[in-house]
């Protein structure tokens, strides 16, 4: 399920780059010979993209369709710097609240006309008009007046226009757009390379309404691919756009986005042949595939933890918490059962996020806060009043409806019975069926639940404010002044040196408190013809074929 | 040709005279019917001990209950003890039939899992007759307005979608096996009512029926006695052929959390999270898959030889 | 019969009024909605999408709003997949569920009927005990079991076909066997057991003493007194089988509606489980009428319309 989250991207990620060194201002250096036939078959990994209109999209699956057809005014390159894209060049305020974006002038939408500032202007404003309903138009909301016009009454109409026209973006000309940002935001601008800030065709969404984003005829793009043909919960076919800006640097003539959501079937396509590129792994097979060399494990930026509800006993106590946190064996989960080189987690934020120094990591410098120790989670038990094990009261252990986490689950509650010596009745396991198990999660009814997080964009915030008193994916109920105060130190500032030991601080007392235990940090497993080249896959999830090719083989 | 006392007539004439003594009438024996009056049960269960393809079914079926309560005992593994790094190991001495994914031996489970399966099994079947042999049978009887009032009862049911209902008894009741007999008990006997309603449609027009109303059989008893006998032979094919459905019904409610709760698991569950490794376990697939299939095998004997031995038309 | 037709196109239509209400009320009973994420949306978000799918207005509203739609054929646009209605979902999703389901029906009856009846004239035979078997293990092993297995036969080893999706004859054929052994077997089973009742009937026993030969018994009798239970057997498999069934389309990735129907109380697309639930009973009522009709034909003596005491 996690895969279909929304993962957010401000890609500011560390984009990998697989059989080319990352050169991402320049186009693929293309080494060895090109295969005749340039046709990328990528499995989608999801039987049908929810939606291909950008504004509406929430999913990773979306967005690597939207991504290789559309362009925001900023590209990201393999150093997690915004590029250029429609935007030439920018200038910013020196108070950070005003960028003026320069568009360049042979940018163009795939039917020829001219992208402009305008399309700009109308594309954000549509987004965030209540009467869209984009799910996603928070991420507009840095922009002044963004959140005002989003949380209008769909309804009042005069209003709606009113706020409409008082937001911060201007079209001055067809190639000068201004933005005006409510607080200083250093990581707008490559939020301006997500989908939800992508340029709309004006004309065929008014000609066509709700129901514009669902023909390829009726797409009118403006990035390296256009769309030729979508056969619902089957295919969707792209061509090289002739009109994009950058063509003569792209040299996939053809995408084929295959939509199969079947693991196994999904593993046989690629293993018969019949795609080049799948991310939809099944774990069983993941031994195999690894034993034959067929797997490629990348880095994802997520965790994978247990909740503890800390409002309802026996967790309400710190201590029984950390025991339980204790006494779950890691290295038998992620080698035994997960096995795609995930790593196990002591701490909250993944690796992979950068520190107060650009090159250093998150992670590394804060360090492990705990580890596995039986004699220590047994006496901290004794502490809490827990002295015969055989008296602890029986509790749940809440998971959805999905093969690997009840067999995680299954491990963790053998684990709990085991180590701590409870009686094995008295550690259940209840699943639910994923939309009764997100309510019973967020409305705090339940014990103990697994769960996991990817993150929206690189920083340790998108983990952390999650655990703010009142948050809205503060599952364990958590609440901690101190905790609160931090976040919102780190919130509001713009500067590295102030926020960044913030965070640290912050995730040491969410550790201390142990409200979550974490199980292990995510990776990402593709499966990839040895003759797909120049793929840019980053830590969310997201994949760009901009610069992809295919070896001659 | 046999005579009384087991004595060869061929030995008569080499008696001498005295050899009998006249006993004269027996008055208590004189109204004695040489053969006992047998019910219809008695009858067919006769008839079916000559079966012996069905009597193998049925012996089948009571080795592996005795197996599922008992098997456990003799493996010395237990359904939920864990050896990870002993995880998906195949068939040896150690495990007969390998282990699963976190190491358990995979003998134990389906010795476990044949506990659930086969009581499935049983209520599926038990629904089978007593709700959907009956309804059909009384809405083809009846006939008419009745017919169309119950029938279109039959379709709504078919027609909601199950796993709304499933879902709403689990928030409703949470899980447990009993949630799953409910389950089914909503849904396990539209294809037996349909099925029986249809033979009664067409039975209740035949003559025997007209001689059975003639002869003063009410409703109750031409239903029981005269209309459902005879829609034996589709009656036993819908209930065997239900089984497995049912079987594999409970592991897809497991799966959205309204079964046992695991590790516990069920032949159908087992089943279904073996697949996903077919390839490389083929095992975890294989044992339960063939433990349902041989339980059905037997079924099915047993059900053959039902047929023919509650068919009245054979009752001679 | 002109009278009991239209008695019982009344009552399908209270049935269809009823199923409707009924899983209203069921889907909006459980929890979760649609727009339920494990990302939770500002709370404003959350209305605005509320606002613009209709859900603030009460349920009674959303209701009556419903009927009336379905009374105008409009089934309403899907919640999960913005810009796209039921009604398009149907139109593009049936034609290819019912190709499939019309090609396994076909395929098991061609299959499994002549099976059931030589399996009855050869009663304990090894052509019976044969047929057995294989109709044992196409309703053990469930078609998630079989449909891998397929796949990985003649997809993967022996290249013989592709592995899944939709589109020429070559697609068609693993799906339909997989679909198709279910109700082979069921037919196998039930022609057997409704051929050995008939045979062993009186006006049988008549017509070979009349020295019919072995094949015209079985065909001008038997069979057609036989059938009976296949025909009821047929009516819902047909709704049923051509309206999609989730396993296969979901293993063999095929566009079909039963994907549909089951992700769409995944999502908790109101419209689309509502929608799919309607376009199913309506088939379904269907079906069983032309069953009860067919009846009549196959036994004139089958009065529908009740007895007059």
């Known amino acids: ?553 | 040709m046999s005579i009384v006392n087991g004595v060869n007539p061929g030995v008569f004439g080499s008696l001498p005279d005295n050899a009998f003594e006249h006993v004269g009438p027996i008055p208590e024996e004189q109204n004695l019917i040489v053969r006992p009056p047998t019910t219809y049960w008695q009858d067919a269960w006769r008839r079916l001990k000559k079966n012996f393809l069905a009597m193998c079914g049925l012996y089948v079926i009571i080795f592996f209950i005795a197996l599922a309560i008992f098997g456990p005992m003799l493996t010395g593994y237990t359904y939920f003890g864990q050896v990870l790094q002993d995880a998906n190991k195949a068939p040896s001495l150690a495990h007969w039939f390998g282990t699963d994914h976190l190491g358990r031996d995979e003998l134990t489970r389906i010795f476990y899992g044949a506990r659930i399966s086969l009581s499935i099994g049983i209520v599926a079947s038990v629904i089978n007759l007593a709700v959907g042999a009956l309804y059909g049978g009384i809405s083809g009887l009846v006939g008419g307005r009745t017919d169309n009032v119950m029938m279109r009862i039959v379709d709504i049911i078919y027609g909601i979608p199950l796993q709304l209902v499933v879902i709403l008894l689990m928030v409703v009741m949470g899980s447990g096996l009993l949630n799953i007999y409910v389950a089914l008990g909503l849904v396990y006997w539209l294809g037996m009512a349909r099925i029986v309603r249809g033979q009664v449609l067409a039975l209740k027009e035949q003559e025997f029926v007209l001689a059975a109303r003639m002869v003063g059989a009410d409703q109750r008893r031409l239903l029981l006695r005269h209309l459902i006998p005879n829609t034996m032979g589709p009656i036993i094919v819908t209930l065997t052929l239900s089984i497995p459905q049912a079987i594999f019904t409970e592991a897809w409610l497991s799966f959205i959390g309204l079964g046992v709760a695991a590790p516990m698991a069920s032949w159908g569950v087992l089943a279904s999270e073996g697949v996903g490794g077919l390839r490389s376990y083929p095992w975890q697939t294989f044992f339960p898959a063939a433990a349902i299939s041989l339980t059905m095998l037997a079924f099915n004997f047993l059900g053959d030889g039902l047929r023919d031995a509650l068919d009245p038309r054979l009752r001679r | 019969m002109a009278r009991y037709i239209l008695q019982r196109v009344f009552a399908a239509f209270v049935a269809l009024w009823i199923l409707t209400t009924v899983t209203f009320v069921l889907m909006h009973a459980i929890p979760g909605g649609p727009f339920t994420r494990e990302r939770n949306v500002p709370e404003a978000i959350m209305r605005n999408l509320d606002a613009k799918y209709h859900l603030n207005d009460p349920l009674w509203k959303q209701y009556l709003d419903y009927l009336g739609g379905v009374a105008r054929f409009d089934l309403g646009p899907s919640f999960k997949f913005p810009g796209q209605t039921v009604n398009d979902f149907i139109r593009r999703g049936f034609p290819v569920s019912a190709e499939l389901g019309i090609i396994a029906i076909i395929l098991s009856m061609a299959v499994g009927i002549p099976a059931g009846i030589i399996s009855a004239l050869r009663q304990n035979k090894w052509q019976d005990n044969t047929t057995m078997l294989v109709a044992i293990v196409g309703v053990s092993v469930p078609s998630f079991i079989i449909a891998p297995v397929l796949m990985y036969v003649f997809a993967l080893k022996l290249h013989w076909l592709p592995a899944a999706m939709w589109g020429d004859w070559k697609q068609v054929i693993m799906p339909a066997v997989a679909l198709a052994l279910l109700p082979l077997a069921t037919f196998s089973r039930l022609m057997r057991s409704s051929m050995l009742d008939v045979i062993s009937q009186d006006y049988i026993k008549t017509a070979r003493a009349k020295g019919l030969s072995e094949l015209a018994v079985t065909w001008r009798h038997a069979v057609k007194n036989a059938i009976m239970p296949i025909v009821t057997y047929l009516g819902p498999l047909i709704a049923a089988i051509l309206t999609g069934t989730f396993v296969i389309e979901q293993i063999f990735a095929i566009p079909g509606l039963g994907r549909q129907f089951v992700w769409s109380v995944n999502n908790r697309d109101y419209t689309t489980i509502l929608g799919l639930t309607v376009f199913y009973g309506a088939f379904l009522l269907i079906m069983n009428l032309i069953v009860d009709i067919i009846y009549g034909f196959l036994d004139p003596r089958i009065q529908l319309t009740g007895r007059k005491e």
């Open chain 1, 1 to 553: 399920m996690f895969k279909r989250l929304i993962a957010v991207a401000l890609m500011l990620t560390v984009a990998l780059s697989l059989g080319l060194a990352g050169c991402a201002k320049k186009p693929a250096q293309v080494t060895g010979d090109l295969a005749g036939d340039q046709t990328l078959r990528y499995d989608l990994g999801v039987a049908e993209p929810e939606t291909l209109d950008p504004h509406l999209q929430q999913g990773v699956a979306e967005f690597n369709v939207a991504s290789q057809m559309y362009e925001g005014l900023t590209r990201m390159d393999a150093n997690n710097q915004p590029y250029a894209g429609v935007a030439e060049k920018w200038d910013i305020s020196s108070d950070g609240l005003k960028y003026t974006f320069t568009l360049r002038k042979n940018s163009k939408w795939s039917n020829g006309d001219p992208v402009t500032a305008k399309d700009f202007e109308w594309s954000w404003k549509r987004a965030l008009d209540p009467r869209t309903a984009s799910p996603y138009s928070y991420q507009l909301y840095y922009i002044k007046g963004g959140q005002a016009l989003n949380e209008t009454d769909p309804k009042d109409e005069a209003k709606i226009k009113q706020l409409s026209d008082a937001l911060g973006v201007k079209a001055k000309d067809d190639y000068t757009l201004e933005v005006t940002l409510e607080a200083p935001t250093p990581y707008f601008l490559g939020l301006t390379s997500f989908p939800t800030l992508y340029p709309v065709h004006r004309a065929e969404v008014e000609k066509f309404g709700d129901k514009w984003a669902t023909k390829p005829e009726q797409f009118v793009t403006n990035g390296p691919f256009k769309m030729t043909k979508w056969v619902n919960n089957q295919a969707i076919e792209m061509e090289k756009s002739k009109n994009y800006w950058d063509a003569k640097n792209v040299v996939l003539k053809k995408i084929i986005f295959n939509l199969i959501d079947d693991q196994n079937t999904s593993l046989t396509m690629w293993e018969s042949g019949q795609t080049d590129l799948n991310n939809n792994v099944p774990v069983q097979e993941i031994d195999r595939l690894k034993k034959e060399g067929k797997l490629t494990t990348l880095p994802y930026l997520g965790t994978y933890y247990y909740s503890f509800n800390v409002t309802k006993k026996p967790f309400d106590d710190p201590r029984v918490r950390t025991a339980f946190a204790m006494a779950i064996d890691r290295k038998l989960i992620t080698q035994q059962i997960t096995k795609a080189g995930q790593v196990p987690a002591y701490a909250f934020v993944p690796p992979g996020i950068p520190d107060v120094d650009p090159k250093g990591d998150f992670r590394k410098a804060g360090g492990d806060f705990f580890k596995e120790d039986l004699d220590a989670a047994k006496k901290l038990l004794a502490d809490a009043g827990y002295k015969d094990m055989k008296k602890f009261p029986s509790f749940e252990i809440l998971y959805n409806t999905s093969a690997s986490h009840k067999t995680i689950a299954e491990a963790i509650q053998e684990m709990w019975s085991k180590n701590l010596g409870i009686p094995k009745e008295k550690v259940k396991l209840h699943v639910e069926e994923w939309k009764v198990y997100l309510p019973s999660r967020n409305t705090h009814n339940f014990q103990v639940a697994r769960a996991g997080w990817i993150g929206d964009y690189v920083d340790p915030m998108t983990f952390l404010d999650m655990f703010v008193t009142n948050g809205g994916n503060n599952d364990p109920a958590y609440s901690n002044p101190k905790y609160d105060e931090l976040i919102q130190k780190a919130k509001s500032s713009g500067d590295p040196k102030v926020r960044v030991p913030a965070m640290h601080e912050a995730e040491k007392i969410l550790m201390n408190d142990m409200v979550i235990a974490p199980i292990y940090y995510y990776t990402n497993n593709w499966l990839i013809k040895p003759y797909v080249k120049g793929l840019a896959i980053n830590t969310i999830g997201g994949v760009d074929f901009k610069q992809a090719w295919i070896a001659k083989h």
